[in-house]
């Protein structure tokens, strides 16, 4: 792992650029990295539990948290500080991001989920974490996997895909079992001022 200009990392001179004037902070903070319940395997939910109320709750709680960042394409359920296999994917900014995602633009929700396909073709992907502020990384991932989970309703949903969402079950996938994308990158640099300004614009 290599952090481009470390010798120059200031995260409280960082925090003080964040714009905080007029952004609303989610009701449910995200735990930054330091925190070892991002370290954990999170516990698997029981079938029978997907549809109470504390599942619910877990849910619209990962999808305020989410929303409530501009740049949250996706989050996982310890980055709220619940140790449980849920991930949940934002269907607007998907849809923005990939115009060959087909979809309605709701927010996708995976309990559970397994990836039982991930090809021998892999690529460099640029990514960021909610987690793991201001920094963004190159990590190599397969370019194609197959996955199946939950959805919110109990329904078993089998998925293969590629390109964006791909990456996306990965990183998420790889957050339920206690790994950072930081701890695979090989490459890593710390946003700029600008660069996170810019992100909290879109
Ligand atoms: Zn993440």
């Known amino acids: 792992m290599k952090i481009e200009n470390s010798s120059e990392y200031h995260p409280a001179l960082t925090l003080a650029a964040f714009p905080t004037k007029g952004y609303s902070f989610p009701m449910k903070d995200i735990v930054q990295r330091d925190n070892t319940i991002l370290r954990d395997h999170a516990k698997p939910v029981l079938i029978s539990e997907i549809n109470s109320p504390k599942i619910k709750k877990v849910i619209d709680d990962m999808k305020i948290a989410m929303h409530a960042q501009k740049d949250g394409v996706a989050i996982a359920a310890p980055q709220i500080g619940e140790s449980l296999q849920i991930f949940v994917i934002s269907g607007p900014l998907l849809k923005k ?79 339920l079992n206690g790994i ?23």
């Open 97 to 175: 991001a990939d115009p060959d995602f087909k979809g309605d633009g709701s927010d996708l929700v995976f309990i559970n989920p397994k990836i039982t396909k991930l090809s021998r073709d892999k690529a460099g992907m640029e990514e960021g974490c909610l987690s793991v502020r201001w920094l963004y990384g190159k990590v190599s991932r397969s370019t194609r996997v197959s996955l199946t989970a939950y959805d919110e309703n109990g329904k078993i949903v089998k998925r293969g895909t590629s390109g964006l969402l791909a990456q996306i079950f990965q990183h998420e996938c790889d957050h």
């Open 180 to 202: 950072l994308f930081t701890d695979k990158a090989n490459e890593v640099w710390e946003m700029s001022a600008e660069e996170i300004a810019e992100l909290q614009k879109k």
